[in-house]
């Protein structure tokens, strides 16, 4: 049950792009279609962005798109905005178990 | 309004045992499986355990296997999570959530959290 593996932290100016991946195995990010990724400001809970890997729940913003490869996912954020700064977390299916990403720090500089 | 409410954490001693409570409203409890997700001071956040909706099973993480139980009243619409011979690596926030129908394994509506201390 190892954590998938997040870049630790990223960061953009606003207007422009940031990718973040996640990487996990053949046996849940690999295996599944059911990656999801969360938004958590600090003190706050976390909010759902994306699910199955890139479907967006009502609310979302299309500047959140998600997509996968093989056995890693990314969210890509377009547009930064300074509301964007936050922890962003990655999750996988795995069968039996649910595994989460470490979490990025996202950066609007 | 769809809500969830938790609570039941404390400060307690290693060894020591809890139970956690998640109160669902606004929705059809019995129609989700739920999870609990905890985050340690500072850190990610870590999977914990998932129940089906209709509390036939339930799944754990290896850190909290064999001294954790999950249960849910759908009666209730309540669901627990027994924590058991606690250590201080059990200190966390612990979040319940509803997994999107399914399940897609998407986690749609989070508790506020309850803070769990162990500590002597």
């Known amino acids: 049950q190892s954590a998938l593996t997040q870049p630790r932290s990223v960061s953009g100016s606003p207007g422009q792009s940031v990718t973040i991946s996640c990487t996990g195995t053949?046996?849940?990010?690999?295996?599944?279609?059911?990656v999801s990724w969360y938004q958590q400001s600090p003190g706050t809970v976390p909010k759902l962005l994306l699910y199955e890997v890139s479907q967006r729940p009502s609310g979302v913003p299309d500047r959140f798109s998600g997509f996968k490869s093989g056995n890693t996912a990314s969210l890509t954020i377009s547009g930064l905005q300074a509301e964007d700064e936050a922890d962003y977390y990655c999750?996988?299916?795995?069968?039996?178990?649910?595994?989460f990403g470490g979490g990025t720090k996202l950066t609007v500089v | 309004q769809v809500q969830l409410v938790d609570s039941g954490g404390d400060l307690v001693k290693p060894g020591g045992s809890l139970r956690l409570t998640c109160s669902a409203s606004g929705f059809t409890f019995s129609a989700y499986f739920m999870i609990w997700v905890r985050q340690a001071p500072g850190k990610g956040l870590e999977w914990v355990s998932h129940i089906s909706d209709t509390g036939r099973f339930a799944k754990y993480s290896d850190s909290v296997k064999g001294r954790f139980t999950m249960s849910r009243d759908n009666a209730k619409n309540s669901m627990y999570l027994q924590m058991d011979s606690l250590r201080a690596e059990d200190t966390a926030v612990y979040y319940c959530a509803r997994v999107s129908w399914g399940p897609t394994w998407a986690f749609n509506i989070w508790g506020r959290g309850t803070s769990v201390t162990v500590s002597s």
């Open positions: 999750t996988s299916y795995a069968g039996t178990h649910v595994i």
């Open positions: 053949t046996d849940d990010v690999g295996a599944y279609n059911f």
